[in-house]
């Protein structure tokens, strides 16, 4: 794993470790002077940014003379240590770390949980596209949960345990159809209350990179596609592999969301354009349901959760009655997922658009504009954070699962945040 202690830019010191749990276990060193060290040496590197008051104090150090190591160029010049001095080096660093207060980062993708059998993805094959989980239980294992892929018509019964998921029996929740072939739901954010699985669309405009999609010439098949992911599904479920009954689907919030004029000029918008696309989902006091928006992000800097009444979408008193919260969750930045934990719920921030971008997970308390950063995310930009699932309290803070679209099987990764 990649373990990244960062303070000032100054310099790196590339050490081959197997780090868990705050134990160096093994060790063997080589310093250089660049602010950044790109790869490994066949081990595992714990990458070290020092600051500058560290280096002078460094320099000056009688065993380490590293006025005969650091240098302004890591190509022209190396330098091996012995072992004993190596010694020395990682008793100081460790030390210089711990007292700056610099933690490690968050697990790399090689501490993924593996998948036991597949997760289902388009066609078949292995998924590429999880964008959600959630469980009957918020703790303990093993737990009963449910993912989701926005290619399919359906989600996947799992279970999971602590270091791995096995895939289940999957459930077939849309029967949305244009011209013969079937439409995707375009499953977005997944939830658990009260014996419930509630499963949410992106109610927006379909994805097309490509721009294949005409407005004019395909106009009824978009608007086919955006009534297929304008929808919430839930069922009953006792936990159970398989166990699915009860099927209900609503079409309701896109009228709640029609009924609100911060949001209506956005609908049906192309996400590029800071179309509506929802993708995050979570139940709170098993009452309300809070839908995250990815996009619209408004005035560039507020991401918009939308609160509704479970009551107002599903039965017989259907209303558009809701609230509107604007986050400030950064510079672009939407809602990518949405988690209940305890009387909080976490966000999981992203980009607006496509492309990479900065992550992290936020704590809100549901009821106010105010949000507090519990993590900005050092993942890969190139990697794209979707699922955020609560896995329990610790002595230092909160373990999570993070879910990765265009990973395979999602490459679910534990971390953990402060709280």
Known sequence: ???????????????????????????????????????????????????????????????????????????????????????????LLLGLVMAGGVQPSPAAA???????????GKDGGKSKDVSGIACTTADGFPRSCLVIDDNLQGAQFIELTDGKLVAG???????????????????????????????????GHPRDKDHKLDPKKDADKIRARIAASSQIVRFRTTGADGNAS????????????????????????????????IEGLA???DRTLLAGFRGPVLNDNRAVVLSVEIDALFGDRKSTSHRLFRLPLGDNRGVRDLAAFGDRTLILAGPGADGPG?????????????VRLLKELPFDPKRKPEGLLPLGATSAGLRVLIIFDSDKEGTPTPIEIPR
């Open 1 to 91: 794993m990649n373990d990244v202690f960062e303070t000032e830019a100054f310099g790196s010191i590339l050490f081959d470790t197997t780090f868990r749990q705050g134990q160096l276990s093994s060790f063997s060193s080589s310093i250089c002077c660049s602010s950044m060290f790109d790869g490994s040496t066949g081990g595992k590197p714990v990458n070290v940014r020092l600051r500058e008051s560290f280096a002078r104090d460094w320099r000056h150090h009688p065993v380490m003379e590293l006025d005969d190591l650091v240098w302004p160029d890591c190509g022209s010049r190396e330098a091996s240590m012995t072992i004993a001095r190596a010694g020395w080096i990682a008793t």
């Open 110 to 120: 090689d501490d993924a949980w593996p998948v036991k059998n597949k997760l289902i």
């Open 169 to 203: 029996s999957p459930v077939k929740l849309i029967n949305n159809t244009f011209n013969g072939k079937a439409l995707e739901l375009d499953g977005e954010g997944v939830a658990f209350s009260k014996r419930q699985y509630y499963v949410i669309g992106s109610h």
């Open 246 to 277: 009860g099927i209900e689907r609503t079409g309701q919030l896109r009228e709640v969301i029609a009924a609100e004029p911060a949001l209506l000029e956005f609908m049906d918008i192309r996400l590029e354009k800071n179309g509506l696309t």
């Open 283 to 285: 139940i709170k006091d």
């Open 358 to 370: 900065a992550y992290a997970i936020y704590s809100w308390d549901g009821a106010s504009e105010t």
